[in-house]
């Protein structure tokens, strides 16, 4: 195998892997407020900010993982 196949299926190993967690994350956060809204309407705006910033946090995981495969893939 020639170092030019190997920096391409390292880098789709990289993000393929590193875009499980944030996806499963991102899922999980999203049931979850929309269990708490079902259950209490009235506390939206309680859990609309903690809902937007962990959305940001979790994607940036995923941001992360996709700069770690651009990096294997052109350095």
Do not use: C, H, W
């Amino acid at each position: 195998m020639d170092p030019e196949t190997a920096r391409f299926l390292a880098s789709a190993l990289a993000i393929a892997v590193g875009s499980i967690g944030p996806g499963l994350g991102l899922g999980m956060i999203g049931s979850k407020a929309m269990e708490a809204l079902g259950r209490n309407p009235e506390a939206s705006d309680q859990i609309f900010v903690p809902l937007i910033l962990s959305l940001a946090f979790t994607e940036a995981i995923g941001i992360y993982a996709l700069v770690v495969a651009l990096i294997i893939k052109f350095v």
